[in-house]
């Protein structure tokens, strides 16, 4: 959509960044303080990420960038959103928490971590906490699965009842 994203590397992980963003500017400027030992110019700065946008846009190879759910090569992948940039790896033949997944993530400002997934979990213990009657439970179940699905129509979830039926 005509965005440029940077794609470095910190503390062993790949992180991508909106370049017009304030944390790839604070990142940069961050750099040229270790580089050179102190702040850069207002106009340097500028220069530098005018040069990366028109660089990301007419001389690199174009990337998809995904918020919190991508696919790749038959792959799903949800970002953890944790401070390691992991992701878990859902195929046909399970799951599994990956460091540097194929897919570049971008996040937001309001993302929060998700807890890190166990196996061996138990479905049933959603249904203490969720008032849905037992023969309702697969369907939401399959909308939940659903929401996770990048390339497929976003499912719409209906909720009805009268009032005190705990829909909200």
């Known amino acids: 959509e005509g965005e440029a994203y940077a794609s470095l590397t ?3 992980h790949r992180e991508t ?3 017009l963003g304030k944390g790839f500017s604070e990142w940069l400027s961050h750099e040229f303080y ?3 030992g102190k702040a ?4 340097v700065l500028k220069d530098a990420l005018n040069t990366l ?3 990301a846009k007419f001389d690199s190879p174009e990337k998809a960038v995904a918020i919190r759910v991508g696919k790749h090569d038959g792959a799903y992948y949800i970002d953890l959103c944790n401070d390691a940039w992991q992701a878990i790896e859902i195929m046909s033949t399970g ?3 990956v460091d540097n997944p194929p897919i570049r993530f971008v996040r937001t400002s309001t993302m929060r971590a998700l807890p890190t997934p166990q196996t061996g979990g138990d479905i049933s213990k959603l249904w203490e906490l969720v008032n849905i009657a037992e023969e309702d439970r697969l369907i939401l179940l399959t909308w939940i699965l659903e929401c ?3 390339d497929t129509p976003y499912p719409i979830l209906e909720q009805t009842g009268e009032q005190g039926t705990a829909k909200s």
């Open 17 to 19: 960044w909106p370049t």
């Open 34 to 36: 270790k580089e050179h």
């Open 95 to 97: 799951w599994r928490i």
């Open 148 to 150: 996770y699905r990048c």
């Open 53 to 55: 946008i028109g660089r």
């Open 40 to 43: 850069p110019r207002e106009q």
């Open 10 to 12: 910190n503390n062993g």
